[in-house]
């Protein structure tokens, strides 16, 4: 799908005038663009709101996360400007709204580009999945005070006995005929349904509690300094929501410790690596153990099989609808996709006596 930039940036208050404007990223759901301007660059996204049906809420979150983050480094009297970084600077429409609406109907958001920094898909170091952990436990640490509670942005998004339930019925509608082609892949998902529900009977029994969480912490969701090697801003705040403290070190688990992307075709090549789930895990109670309890500190080992079940039931479940959710670029994507949690969920349950003894240690 083409835009006008050049117009649609027409609807927002930037310094300078448009000059430019490319596709940027890497994202599954979200049209993005780097647009620059004669005096500024900026992040331009067009939000998916088959995905996000109510983008007036979810760009209330944005602004009420990025405003308190920024009065956290107000308080810290921090005079340095590169804690401006820390956060994503929103630019308002000229109507003083967060957004922008054109004259298609599709939502559009704009924040300044934060320079010096970027992504890692798949991380090549143990310092810097220690940076980005760290990044993430802080971003939850400034929102633990956050008064009052965010929207959900997307009911039930990591609620995995609800995942799991439309998995199951995604496979007994079959609508494409695919069931035939993942039955292995489907059995291994089933052989686990006593698991998905731990982590809610323990919010339910008073051991876990709700905080205000990122919830899509893949590691390209943080930005990394390209000359210190520390985690400056976590971004993506679609999904920032009410939410447990184990689904976004789970889903660092899934995302930071195998070398393969997620979409990898040689399995051979997929496996966590214990020695990022240490610098993950160190990484991250260096700035979020402060505010956890004892057994919400115990669980976050289990956290990382959990989500990377929990990720691979929506791919199976999207290749069986029709590939409806995720962007896919190739014939069985989402499948592929799928493989690759199943085969990193191996790899975890393999180490997971050694995971746990390191949480204890710590």
Not at 242 to 262: I, N, Q
Request: charged content about 25%; glycine content about 6%; some cysteine.
């Amino acid at each position: 799908m083409e835009f006008n930039i050049a117009e649609i940036s027409k609807g927002f208050a930037l310094d300078g005038v448009f000059v430019t404007a490319q596709r940027f990223g890497t994202g599954h759901i979200n049209d993005t663009f780097k647009m620059s301007t004669d005096k500024q660059t900026y992040i331009l996204q067009r939000i998916n709101t088959a995905i996000f049906r109510q983008p007036e809420q979810l760009m209330d979150n944005f602004v009420r996360v990025s405003r308190h983050i920024e009065g956290k480094i107000a308080a810290e009297k921090i005079a340095n400007p590169a804690t401006r970084r820390r956060f994503l600077q929103v630019v308002m429409s000229h109507s003083g709204q967060p957004f922008f609406v054109d004259t298609d109907g599709n939502f559009w958001r704009c924040y300044i580009f934060v320079d010096e920094a970027r992504t890692y898909d798949v991380l090549e170091k143990a310092e810097q999945a220690f940076a980005a952990a760290k990044a993430f436990g802080a971003f939850q640490n400034d929102l633990a005070d956050m008064p009052g509670r965010l929207n959900e942005t997307i009911a039930n998004f990591h609620n995995t006995p609800s995942r799991f339930a439309d998995l199951k019925a995604a496979a007994a509608a079959d609508k494409c005929g695919r069931l035939k082609d993942v039955q292995p892949e489907l059995d291994f998902i089933m052989a686990r349904e006593a698991e998905y529900s731990l982590l809610l009977n323990e919010l339910a029994a008073g051991n876990v509690f709700e905080r205000t969480t990122h919830n899509d912490t893949k590691l390209n969701n943080v930005l990394i300094d390209d000359l210190t090697g520390e985690g400056i801003c976590v971004i993506d705040l679609d999904t920032v929501m009410p939410g447990l403290p184990h689904y976004d070190f789970g889903d660092m688990v899934r995302t930071g410790t195998s070398p393969a992307p997620e979409d990898e075709l040689d399995l051979s090549k997929v496996g966590m690596r214990f020695e990022m789930f240490e610098a993950l895990l160190r990484g991250f109670l260096s700035t979020a153990g402060n505010f956890l309890n004892a057994r919400e500190k115990e669980l976050l080992p289990f956290s990382g099989k959990l989500i990377t079940l929990e990720i691979g039931m929506r791919f199976l479940t999207d290749y069986l609808s029709g590939d409806v959710y995720f962007k896919i670029h190739r014939e069985h994507h989402n499948l592929d996709r799928c493989r690759t949690q199943i085969k990193l969920a191996q790899s975890i349950e393999q180490q997971f006596d050694a995971m746990r003894k390191l949480c204890d240690s710590l």
